[in-house]
């Protein structure tokens, strides 16, 4: 397997896909001659309007269709090579789970493809429930849920195996605002503990806040590809964030702009965004009600790579090729830690 | 094997909740519970019970070829329709995995519903006879000729073959052969025209037959079955079995209608020495030749075993025919989207029923004879269609069997050896060919494709 | 709004429906008018069937051939035992088809029935044959004269006639369940009526019956001949054309025959069960003939069957040592075929009868008919028939005659060993004895 901390986790070269009639006539040009790698701990988005070709990339990046030219490799494989899959996560864009299995089963049933023990299943099933929410509906059917509950049904099956590579076909889609929020979080969490993320969504606001690099797609080429900071950034525009001062020396502060730069600085107070005003109040309203603290997000413990001492001890040929990150990795803080230091790590202060 | 295992499981489990295969296990039982009662034999229990048994069973078969070739169908046609197929495609599961999965889900299903379904048709027998009334003589006639299974055996040969090819090669040398006569031709004609002469009993004259069996006979009667054909509407005749002048020798005087096909039970003690030699006598007053149909001779049937063994090899005889339909439906569904899937294997299920049709268009030289004419040379299109139907009838024959739910229901010993060949053939040959066949094209699809 | 619009297509639909129902039977009435369907509609037809003919539709044909073929395959391989099913099926499948009965009635009763070598086996089938017509066939189509024809036919010929090799048995089995069901030769029809139920199974009207035996009577109801007749009748008013001829034939022919040995004596005790002639039909026998001979003068057959059966008839009466009846027979024989006749009178008549039914035999039957004859007459003196006992002996007399008579040299004679006549009779009269003691 070709594959080192240097290789892309996902390669694609000048792809191509076009769907053909019942007399292999060309119909339509779904994806037309893309390039683009993913590097591992990556969050790569793919953006575009319906039917610019984001599905049909992420299909043939799982080997559900057949690119008609190009160069795809997955893990440095292709990604129709069964041993690919076992290390591939697919959440797709609509449910497409057994409606007549409860969540336990459907959790129990993908574990199975995957050859996991019974004893592992049932860890990762407790974990993964916990970690979604879904333990109250452990024994509904799926096909009962909502539309929020089947996509957490679907996102915990694609972590079933403790993938190094995620494919979330809108992942946010049908969520509510917290839901969403969640999702979010855990992307960037899994990211963070060295899995590759590709992901596709419509929704801007959701790839701005969790992508690294994105790729935009119209007509199934991609129009602007490149890291989300830099593509966003005007350039030659700085903005100061300060504490609330006093006018005296707020007009000091904008004399002094005035003097350096011999241009009249524009003052506002920052807002803050629409969701964390929402997710504040929502999150005010429910102290209120419920007694109890409400329980942290948490990302289920295998996932977390708690059990890497014991994978150390009796390594196998996937795992010790792994970097994990230590086991003494800090657990997740609060939300709005978690995004600070995200900022820290990749802000503009290290560049 | 886990995950063929939890394919199977959900595979059932989606099966059970169709609409249409609940509504096929409805009308399961309601013609296990309702034929008993509808069903009309003979007048006899014997009759009832042969009915009972050929219709319980062959209308629970039918319906369960029906559920077998539906639910493999649409295990992979509508999951691919549905795309729950993309969630397990994108899993490490080999395709020949998906596939035994779903045919292992199917058959868990199928093999429940014929437990079901063989059960309830025995305890209707056993119902039957212990409720129905019915004579001394009707059900020691159902013990020994229908709740059994009866080896046939058919007459020793009697080198009718060699002396056919040496009287043609006597024919050759004199002459006698017409020119322009194949070889072929001419010695069928003389074999049939030895066989029947063979089998042609004039007033006055018998016709022997030796039975070799060489098995004791377990002090049970054995069973004559024979049928004749005659110029007079009704013959006199004597049937003798065993040792001329012993002791145990069977005599029977009859007088019976030509045509009919007729039962002589003989005691036991007339077989001596694992053979038995039966003779008939044509003691018509008026002149009457009786002819014995040279493709039809008299069998002898002899006990071998119970029943009960009979009704388990049946059984899974049944439960092979179900796999070979459930799986190919399962490659239709593979190959082919759900409607087309559904036609393709209602039109094989067709195919394998009307085998003796197809067996006798492939054996038509001349498929559009001219009426009131000579007879016509087989031109192109004639050609081109005996290919096809010999082509096709080399692909259906292998999977054709013989009626064994008559057999069992005429108390016919159908044998482990038929079990086994049916399983070799159709089972680990034919399915293994669909297996492959069905993994290969799996596994080039594109699943994924918009509906 | 959603609800109203809901209730007011639900209204619709049933309005429509009713509709549809009221329209239906101006439909089928033009339907029939305008000879639309092959077949006429179906009438009293169960539910199930209604049903399976109605949803199967233009397949239904389809299926009945299917089965049809699998019928024909199995007789060929004779498992007969699923015959009785698939003919009920077929005929069910094409309910308002006269002939698709009248094929698997006939088939069970006449080409199954003979496959078997047991009585009993045979009777079932025949039965069966019955049954299928009766209980169903006549259910669906009351109206058939078709389907009378044939449910008389096959009292009239398989039960009745002497073609079966069983049909002694036929009559037998038959005598005793109508003996059973009836209580006797002659029943009380108005008893009958108030316990129908019994007769339900066998689909006899008591009134029907009173009718057929005010019209033909007397009758021994536990006959065959009987319920021929009974049949034919009630299908005689819906026949034409041919049925009209056919159905009259089964009703004179049966009356012959029940002439000829229309009367039973059953004594259980004794187990004896015997068929003799019932002379007090001649007169109805005689009015059949002679409305069939009006009713249809260009049917020569009738003709030809009137005079054989007045021929027979003159035997019959003579052995019965009534030879003034026989005498007024024999002048209605001459008059209707006098250019047939040679003899001029019936004692002419008789010998020469006598001599054209032996000479018909050979030498060799002659000693078993001069016995038998003698056997029967003291069989019946036995029993008390003292005119049926002097009848059978004046018959042993003219075989006995006839045979010395043609008898070639005295050689011959010494050959064939004739015995005298009192011999014989003395021989046959212990035979009877014998016969009647050995009778539990």
Known sequence: ?351 | MNRVLSIAAVTLRTAVRSRIVVFMMLLLVFILTGLPSAIRGDGTLTGYVQVLLSYTLGFAGFILSVVAVWTGCTAVSSEIRTHQMDLVVTKPVPAVQIWFGKWLGILALSLALLLFTFAAAYGGLRWAMIHRSASEVDIQKLREQVLVAREKIAPRDEGLEERAENLYRLRQAEGAVPEGVAPSTARRIIADDLRLQANSVPPGYGRRWIFDFGSSVKDRPLFLRYTFSASRPEIEGLWTAGESGSRDQAVRRVTEASGGVRTWRIPSAAARDGSLTIEFGNIHEEPATVIFPPENPPVLLLYHDSFEMNFLRVFCIAFIRIAVLAAIGLTAGTLFSEPVALFFSAWMVLLLNIGRYIRAMAATDVFFPVHDGPARIPGLLDRLLHLFFAALDGLVRPLQSPDVLGAMAAGEWVSWGLVAAEFLVKVLIFCGLLAALSSFVLKRREVGLPA | MNRLVNILLLLAAVGLILLAGARHEELRRLKMEYEFTLVDPVENASPLVAFTTVALGGFRGLAADALWLRATRLQDEGRYFELVQLSNWITQLEPGFGPVWAFHAWNLAYNISVKYSEAEDRWRWVQSGIQLLRDKGLVYNPASAELYRELAWIFHHKVSGVTDQAHWFYKQQWADEMERALGGATPDFEALETRADALDRYRLEPAFMQQVENTYGPLDWRLPQAHAIYWAAKGRPFARGFYEVALDRIIFDSLAEAFRRGKLFRDDERGVFINSPNLDLLPRVQAAYAKALADYPEEDSIRRGHENFLREAIMIIYSHNRVRQARELFADLKERYGSHIEADTLEEFIPAATADFLDKRAPREALPLIEGALYQSALWSALGEADLAAGHRQLAKLYWDHFMESAVSEEWIERMALPPLEELAAKAEKQAADYLQQMP
Request: with cysteine; proline share 7%; aromatic share 6%.
């Open chain 1, 1 to 351: 397997m070709a594959e080192n901390a240097s290789n892309p986790v996902i390669a694609a070269a000048d792809l191509k896909k076009v769907f053909r009639d019942f007399w292999r006539r060309p119909k339509v040009r779904a994806v037309d001659g893309i390039s683009f790698e993913v590097s591992r701990g990556e969050v790569f988005g793919l953006l575009g309007p319906n039917g610019s070709g984001k599905s049909t990339t992420i299909k043939m990046l799982l080997g559900l269709l057949f690119p008609t030219s190009g160069r795809l490799r997955v893990l440095g494989e292709s990604p129709r090579h069964v041993k690919t899959r076992s290390r591939v996560g697919y959440l797709p864009e609509h449910s497409y789970i057994y409606p007549h299995l409860t969540s336990e089963e459907t959790l129990d049933f993908y574990g199975r493809l995957f050859d996991l023990s019974r004893r592992e299943r049932r860890r990762r099933m407790e974990q993964l429930l916990e970690m979604i929410g879904l333990q109250h509906a452990r024994h509904r059917m799926v096909g009962e849920f909502s539309k929020g509950m089947a996509r957490r049904i679907g996102l915990a099956q694609a972590l079933i195996n403790d993938p190094d590579v995620v494919v979330l076909d809108e992942p946010t889609s049908g969520l509510d605002p917290i839901g969403c929020r969640q999702v979010k979080d855990l992307i960037l969490t899994l990211a963070r503990r060295g899995k590759t993320v590709l992901m596709s969504s419509h929704l801007l606001a959701d790839v701005e806040d969790v992508c690294d690099r994105i790729a935009i797609l119209y007509n199934g080429k991609i129009q602007a590809m490149g890291p989300v900071r830099e593509l966003l950034e005007e350039k030659g525009r700085s903005r100061i964030t300060l504490p609330e001062l006093s006018p005296e020396a707020m007009a000091r502060v904008l004399e002094l702009l005035r003097k350096e730069f011999g241009e009249e600085p524009e003052l506002e107070h920052p807002r803050r965004d629409l969701e964390q005003f929402f997710l504040d109040v929502v999150e005010k309203a429910r102290r209120g009600t419920q007694a109890s603290p409400p329980k942290k997000e948490k990302l289920a413990g295998y996932l977390e790579g708690e059990d890497l001492l014991q994978k150390l001890a009796a390594p196998s040929t996937t795992e010790t090729k792994r970097e994990e990150p230590p086991p003494s990795a800090p657990p997740p803080a609060a939300r709005t830690d978690a995004r600070l230091s995200h900022l820290l790590q990749n802000g503009p202060d290290n560049e």
